[in-house]
C-alpha cells in the first residue's frame, strides 16, 4: 500500500501538469482509497510530498476531477496539523470560487473541504473570509431552501456545517453571518426540514451558537422561531435531542420579546408535562431534565409582559401548577416554585393577590424545612419571594400578622452571604410600622448580628443592606429603648459611617437616624458620636459642593440637635461651622437656604 501510495503521488505530480483527466481520476481514486484506510498517514505523505500546491491548479470548474479533488482536501482537512498547509498551499481562493459551480457534487465535495479546513482554525476562517466565502453559502440556502430532496438536504446540511465550522466561538464571525441575514434563513430551513434529522441537528447547533450573541436576538425575535422550536420540541422523544432544543431555547429565552412568543406558542405547557413526568424518576439524565425544564420555566417569568399572561390574576393553569411545586418534597422543584412566585410577584396587584390568596403561609414552610442544614439555594428563593411580596404597603401588617419576622429570624445564624442579604431586606420591608421597627430594634440578637454584618467588608451587599435596617429600625421606631439597644451594641459608628456613603439614599437615611439618636438619646451616644468624629463629617458634608441638597439640609438639622451635648457643642464650635453655614444662605434650594439661616441663628446664639 506503502509503495503503491508513493506511485501515484509521484504519478500525480506529472498527470497534475498534463491534466489528462483519466489517469488523474485513477489517482484520485487511489489517493481517496488509502485516506479511508489510513487517512492520517496518508495526509503526512501527501504533505511531504508536496503536492498540495498542485492542487490548486487542479480545482478548475470544467474538469471532470474537480469533485474529487475537493473529496480529497475534504479528508485531509480533517485532519488538524493539514488545515494550515492547505491554507498556505493557496487553496481557499479557487475553492471559494467553485462556490459559483452549477455541479451539485462539486459544490457538495467544495463545501466539506472549506468546512473542514476552518474547524478550530483562526488560519482556515481568515482565509474563507478574505475570498468572501460565508455570502455565497448564505446565497446558496436562500435559494436551495424550498427544494427537500434527499441530496439537496444532503448539501444543505454540508452548507449549514460549514458556516458553524467557520463562525464557531468567533464573535466577529458571527455578527458578520448575523449581518448577511443568516438568521431568518435557517428558521426558514428548520421550518421546511424538520423531518431531516441531520439538518434539523445542523440548524439547532448554529442557532446555538448565534445566540449567544446580543445582537442575534433582535433577528431571531423578528422570525417564527419560537413557533418552530416549540414544534420541534414537541416531536421530541429522545432526551438528547430535547437537550439540543434546550440549548437554543435558554439563550433566546433571555430576550424579553422571544420570551412571549415561546409562551404563546405553547412551550410552558411542555415544560410542565416534562416537570410530570420526571419528578418522580432518580435516573441522572431526568433529574438533569426537571432542571432544565423548571429552570426554563422561572426565565420565562422574568419578563413583564410573559409573566403576566402567565399569571392571568391569579387563576391560571400555570400559576395554579408552579404553586403546587413550594410544597413538593424535590429540592428542584421547591427552588423553582419559590423563584417563580418571587417572579410574579413583581407588581402590586400580584402580590396582594398572593398575599389574600395564602401563598404567604406556603413559602413559610418551606423555610421552616430548610433551617436546620437546609438547602442554601432555597432558603434565598424564599426568602427573595417574601421580600418582593412585602413591598406593597397593604401587605405589610398582614405578612407580620402571619409570623414573617420570625421565620425570616430562624436563618439569623446563617453564614451564608445571600442568605444573608435577602433575609435583611425582607426585614427592611417589613417595618415601616412602628410597633414592628420597635419589636424588632429591641431583639438584641438581631441587633448584635447587624453591627457585626456592618463589618462584612467582603459582602458589599449584606454590608450595605445591614446599615440600612440599623437605621431603618431607628426612623421607623423612634424609641428610646431602640437606641439604646443600638448604642449598647456598638452600631453608632456604623450609622456614622453610613453618611459618608456613595449612595445618597443611604446618606440620607443615616443623617435622619442620627437626628432622631441626636434627639431623643444624645446622653447615651454623646461618646460614640465624638469617637466616631461625626462633627467632622458634617463638616465636611456641609462644605462639599457635590453634596446633594437633602444631605445638607439633614447635617444642618443634626449640627443643630448635637448643641445639646457640652462636647459635642465645642467641636461644633472649634470648626467654625459658620462660614460654612452662611454661605448656605443663598443656596438654590430654598429649604436648604432657610434651614442656614436657623442654623445660622442657633449657632450664633450658642457661640
Not at 481514486?29 to 489510513?38: F, G, I, V
Not at 468567533?170 to 449581518?179: E, G, R, T
Not at 431623643?520 to 456641609?542: F, N, P, R, Y
Request: with cysteine; proline share 2%.
Amino acid at each position: 500500500m506503502a509503495d503503491n501510495l508513493s506511485d501515484t503521488l509521484k504519478k500525480l505530480k506529472i498527470t497534475a501538469v498534463d491534466r489528462t483527466d483519466d489517469s488523474l481520476e485513477g489517482c484520485l481514486d487511489c489517493l481517496l482509497q488509502a485516506l479511508a484506510q489510513n487517512n492520517m498517514e496518508t495526509s503526512e505523505k501527501i504533505q511531504g510530498s508536496g503536492i498540495l500546491q498542485l492542487f490548486a491548479s487542479l480545482l478548475v470548474p470544467q474538469s471532470s476531477c474537480t469533485a474529487k479533488v475537493a473529496n480529497v482536501i475534504a479528508e485531509i482537512a480533517k485532519n488538524e496539523f493539514m488545515r494550515i498547509p492547505c491554507v498556505d498551499a493557496g487553496l481557499i481562493s479557487p475553492l471559494v470560487q467553485l462556490l459559483n459551480s452549477k455541479d451539485q457534487e462539486v459544490l457538495l465535495q467544495t463545501g466539506r473541504a472549506l468546512g473542514n479546513i476552518c474547524y478550530d482554525s483562526h488560519e482556515g476562517r481568515s482565509a474563507v473570509d478574505q475570498a468572501g466565502g460565508a455570502q455565497i453559502v448564505i446565497d446558496h440556502l436562500r435559494s436551495l431552501c424550498s427544494k427537500t430532496d434527499p441530496a439537496n438536504e444532503k448539501l444543505l446540511t454540508v452548507f449549514c456545517g460549514m458556516l458553524m465550522n467557520y463562525s464557531n466561538e468567533n464573535d466577529s464571525l458571527q455578527a458578520q453571518l448575523i449581518n448577511m441575514g443568516v438568521i431568518p434563513t435557517l428558521v426558514k430551513l428548520l421550518g421546511i426540514h424538520c423531518q431531516n434529522a441531520a439538518l434539523t441537528e445542523m440548524c439547532l447547533v448554529a442557532f446555538g451558537n448565534l445566540a449567544e450573541l446580543e445582537s442575534s436576538k433582535e433577528q431571531f425575535a423578528s422570525t417564527n422561531i419560537a413557533e418552530e422550536l416549540v414544534k420541534l420540541f414537541k416531536k421530541q422523544i429522545d432526551h438528547d435531542k430535547r437537550e439540543m432544543v434546550f440549548e437554543v431555547l435558554a439563550p433566546l429565552a433571555e430576550n424579553d420579546a422571544i420570551k412571549l412568543q415561546l409562551v404563546e406558542a405553547g412551550l410552558v405547557e411542555c415544560l410542565l408535562e416534562i416537570v410530570q413526568q420526571k419528578v418522580d424518576s432518580d435516573k441522572e439524565e431526568d433529574i438533569a431534565e426537571l432542571k432544565t425544564a423548571s429552570d426554563l420555566m422561572v426565565l420565562l417569568l422574568l419578563g413583564d409582559e410573559s409573566m403576566q399572561k402567565l399569571f392571568e390574576g391569579g387563576k391560571g393553569n400555570v400559576f395554579q401548577r408552579v404553586l403546587s411545586w413550594i410544597p413538593s418534597n424535590n429540592h428542584q422543584l421547591q427552588l423553582a416554585g419559590a423563584l417563580a412566585i418571587a417572579n410574579f410577584a413583581r407588581n402590586d396587584g400580584n402580590c396582594i393577590h398572593m398575599v389574600d390568596n395564602g401563598i404567604v403561609e406556603k413559602l413559610m414552610d418551606l423555610l421552616d424545612r430548610h433551617v436546620e442544614d437546609g438547602n442554601v439555594t432555597v432558603q434565598h428563593a424564599a426568602l427573595s419571594a417574601l421580600r418582593n411580596l412585602a413591598i406593597p404597603v397593604i401587605n405589610k401588617a398582614k405578612m407580620l400578622s402571619a409570623g414573617v419576622t420570625e421565620a425570616v429570624l430562624n436563618f439569623l445564624k446563617s453564614e451564608m452571604p445571600p442568605v444573608q442579604f435577602k433575609l435583611l431586606g425582607t426585614l427592611r420591608m417589613l417595618i415601616d410600622a412602628q410597633e414592628a421597627a420597635e419589636q424588632l430594634g429591641k431583639n438584641v440578637k438581631l441587633v448584635e448580628r447587624l453591627v457585626e454584618w456592618c463589618e462584612a467588608k467582603d459582602h458589599a451587599g449584606v454590608m450595605g443592606e445591614s446599615n440600612r435596617l440599623l437605621s431603618a429600625l431607628i426612623r421607623h421606631s423612634k424609641s428610646k429603648d431602640v437606641i439604646k439597644t443600638i448604642v449598647q451594641s456598638g452600631g453608632i459608628k456604623h450609622l456614622v459611617t453610613m453618611a459618608t456613603s456613595e449612595h445618597v439614599i443611604m446618606q440620607n437615611e443615616a443623617l435622619v437616624a442620627l437626628a432622631l439618636i441626636a434627639a431623643l438619646e444624645l446622653g447615651t451616644a454623646e461618646k460614640d458620636l465624638e469617637s466616631a468624629k461625626l462633627v467632622q463629617i458634617l463638616h465636611t458634608l456641609l462644605a462639599d459642593e457635590r453634596s446633594a441638597p437633602e444631605i445638607k439640609y439633614n447635617s444642618m438639622v443634626l449640627i443643630c440637635a448635637l448643641m445639646g451635648s457640652e462636647s459635642l457643642h465645642k467641636e461644633v464650635q472649634d470648626l467654625a461651622f459658620l462660614d460654612v453655614v452662611s454661605k448656605l444662605r443663598s443656596h438654590e434650594n430654598k429649604s436648604v437656604a432657610q434651614q442656614a439661616s436657623l442654623t445660622e441663628q442657633r449657632l450664633a446664639v450658642e457661640s
